[in-house]
Nanobody, 114 residues
């Protein structure tokens, strides 16, 4: 059974930092990353990283967020700095197989107060 378990969300003031972590079990995933969904909006990509270390970031988080991955532990982290109120959302861990099948975590709330 494949599971993605997230941790690290919470409440922070604007300008602060949070670190999200996600541990995958049951499968080795080609791409791992983070998406987010704010109230009334569609789920959007935040950052992804391949098993080879290639990364892709949403323009809105470049220079502020850093994604990293530990292939041996099958984990992916998202370091979020200089947080803004518009970063408030439920953040979902994502894992993708080589055949592009996606797995999702249960989501973790990130709230940034102004």
């Amino acid at each position: 059974q494949v599971q993605l378990v997230e941790s690290g969300g919470g409440l922070v003031q604007a300008g602060g930092s949070l670190r999200l972590s996600c541990a995958a079990s049951g499968i080795i995933l080609y791409v791992m990353g983070w998406y987010r969904q704010a109230p009334g909006k569609q789920r959007e990509l935040v950052a992804v990283i391949t098993s080879g270390g290639f990364t892709n970031y949403a323009d809105s988080v470049k220079e502020r967020f850093t994604i990293s991955r530990d292939n041996a532990k099958n984990t992916v982290d998202l370091q979020m700095n200089s947080l803004k109120p518009e970063d408030t959302a439920v953040y979902y861990c994502n894992g993708r197989r080589l055949d592009n099948y996606n797995y999702w975590g249960q989501g973790t709330q990130v709230t940034v107060s102004s």
